[in-house]
């Protein structure tokens, strides 16, 4: 079973940087589409970035267009997400998740594009 492992979360202040990352098991993370969500208190799932499985293609919720880039490393299954100039706005739980039915040059931005779910990082930005 893939799993999706999500590390880097924790506290930061307001104008800060913090990168998160997320390990997935197996051999196929070259093949997914991946994606980072977010999730605060109260509000439903949001859309943060995407990363297309050829790596060429990404696109960003516009909250974060500037702030935040999001990569890949398919020699150890990882995604990254690099967060600067962080707003007290940007704190929730921030999961990654995974999709092999995507193209392989497209990432989706909605949360029922993607199968394969980690279990999220908490990150908290303080004013």
């Known amino acids: 079973q893939v799993q999706l492992v999500e590390s880097g979360g924790g506290l930061v202040q307001a104008g800060g940087s913090l990168s998160v990352s997320c390990a997935v098991s197996g051999r196929m993370f070259s093949l997914y589409s991946m994606g980072w969500f977010r999730q605060a208190p109260g509000l439903d799932r949001e859309f943060v970035g995407g990363i297309s499985a050829s790596g060429t293609n990404t696109k960003y919720a516009d909250s974060g267009k500037g702030r935040f880039t999001i990569s890949r490393d398919n020699g150890k299954s990882t995604l990254y997400l690099q967060m600067s100039n962080l707003k007290p706005e940007d704190t929730a739980v921030y999961y990654c998740?995974?999709?092999?039915?995507?193209?392989?040059?497209?990432?989706?931005?909605?949360?029922?594009?993607?199968?394969?779910w980690g279990q999220g990082t908490q990150v908290a930005v303080s004013s």
């Open positions: 998740a995974a999709s092999a039915a995507l193209s392989y040059y497209y990432s989706g931005s909605m949360p029922d594009e993607y199968e394969l």
